[in-house]
């Protein structure tokens, strides 16, 4: 169970990797590229680096002085990268569906893993990003921990409010699920500090529209590449037997 | 009493199994979410720069 579970999400993982990578590469890397000429350098450090320093200066994982900022370079490396980045985070994903599509004890099928992926992609993509829309570098944003936290709040309660809407079903579930949906939307997310962007408004709309585009996609093929792998793994297994 | 055991048991350790390797999976999955989208270390977040952006991720 664990191996065809682990071998069905590499799969469904790679699969969606390749398709939003080249999505990605095609309709949101060269809004990123362009919005980085608008991107102003944080005072105090170089300005070829991204403003990240100053975020993350007292975490223990990233010593500022430690190591020189190491990124990718323009071009192929970072189109690799991304492309990498993708392949990480579609595995991720994946690995996580099939756990909730097994601890839901739902056969992982075509249906049910694209069923549950579009939740997945509700919870993850689309909730949060009701609050904190996809945005370009260079936008004004609240703090990184505080959007980070609301992020991932947000997530866990529009996916724990699906479930209990969609798998438990009493009246009781769907009330409270519908209360965790909403919830985090009532609380607000963090607001981006007042001041004014030289990003042009359309260049960040194109980009939200199509980020979210992308992750319907990414996680449509990690639903059915998920249920098709757990399908064929499985028969394979079974023959074997 | 012995088909009792015969029958139940398998179904004890389907169901075991079945919640093991979800929670491997979901362990594992974090995992590799939070260094794709998450991790503040300087080298993760300039290598995973642009899917952070185009999958929603807050990002510097």
């Given at each position: 169970m664990i191996l065809r579970l682990l071998s069905a999400a590499l799969a469904a993982g790679f699969l969606a990797a390749v398709v939003a990578t080249g999505l990605e590469l095609a309709l949101t890397s060269p809004l990123i590229v362009e919005a980085e000429r608008y991107e102003t350098p944080a005072p105090g450090?170089?300005?070829?680096?991204?403003?990240i320093v100053l975020a993350h200066?007292?975490?223990?994982?990233?010593?500022?002085?430690?190591?020189?900022?190491w990124q990718p370079a323009p071009g192929f490396q970072r189109m690799a990268f991304t492309g990498l980045a993708t392949l990480v985070g579609g595995v991720g994903w994946a690995l996580i569906l099939g756990a909730v599509l097994l601890a839901c004890g739902r056969e992982p099928t075509l249906q049910t893993g694209l069923a549950f992926a579009l939740a997945g992609f509700a919870s993850v993509a689309l909730a949060p990003a009701l609050g904190l829309p996809p945005e370009l570098p260079g936008q004004e944003a609240a703090p990184l921990l505080a959007r980070q936290a609301w992020w991932v709040m947000t997530a866990a309660a529009t996916g724990m409010g699906l479930y209990l809407i969609g798998?438990?079903?009493s009246f009781i579930a769907i009330l409270g699920g519908l209360v965790l949906i909403v919830a985090p939307h009532v609380v607000g997310a963090p607001p981006p500090p007042s001041g004014s962007s030289e990003l042009p408004a359309a260049l960040a709309a194109q980009f939200a529209a199509r980020s979210l585009a992308i992750g319907v996609v990414f996680w449509a093929m990690i639903g059915l590449g998920f249920g098709w792998a757990w399908q064929n793994f499985g028969s394979a297994g079974r023959r074997h037997a | 009493m012995t088909t009792q055991t015969t029958t139940l048991a398998p179904v004890a350790v389907r169901a075991n199994e079945r919640l093991m390797a979800a929670a491997l999976a979901t362990f594992l999955g974090l995992g590799l979410i939070f260094m794709a989208?998450?991790?503040?270390a300087i080298a993760l977040h300039n290598a995973a720069h642009d899917f952070r952006h185009a999958q929603n991720f807050p990002c510097h």
């Amino acid at each position: 169970m664990i191996l065809r579970l682990l071998s069905a999400a590499l799969a469904a993982g790679f699969l969606a990797a390749v398709v939003a990578t080249g999505l990605e590469l095609a309709l949101t890397s060269p809004l990123i590229v362009e919005a980085e000429r608008y991107e102003t350098p944080a005072p105090g450090h170089a300005a070829q680096a991204l403003p990240i320093v100053l975020a993350h200066s007292g975490h223990d994982h990233a010593a500022p002085d430690a190591a020189p900022e190491w990124q990718p370079a323009p071009g192929f490396q970072r189109m690799a990268f991304t492309g990498l980045a993708t392949l990480v985070g579609g595995v991720g994903w994946a690995l996580i569906l099939g756990a909730v599509l097994l601890a839901c004890g739902r056969e992982p099928t075509l249906q049910t893993g694209l069923a549950f992926a579009l939740a997945g992609f509700a919870s993850v993509a689309l909730a949060p990003a009701l609050g904190l829309p996809p945005e370009l570098p260079g936008q004004e944003a609240a703090p990184l921990l505080a959007r980070q936290a609301w992020w991932v709040m947000t997530a866990a309660a529009t996916g724990m409010g699906l479930y209990l809407i969609g798998v438990r079903r009493s009246f009781i579930a769907i009330l409270g699920g519908l209360v965790l949906i909403v919830a985090p939307h009532v609380v607000g997310a963090p607001p981006p500090p007042s001041g004014s962007s030289e990003l042009p408004a359309a260049l960040a709309a194109q980009f939200a529209a199509r980020s979210l585009a992308i992750g319907v996609v990414f996680w449509a093929m990690i639903g059915l590449g998920f249920g098709w792998a757990w399908q064929n793994f499985g028969s394979a297994g079974r023959r074997h037997a | 009493m012995t088909t009792q055991t015969t029958t139940l048991a398998p179904v004890a350790v389907r169901a075991n199994e079945r919640l093991m390797a979800a929670a491997l999976a979901t362990f594992l999955g974090l995992g590799l979410i939070f260094m794709a989208g998450f991790s503040p270390a300087i080298a993760l977040h300039n290598a995973a720069h642009d899917f952070r952006h185009a999958q929603n991720f807050p990002c510097h």
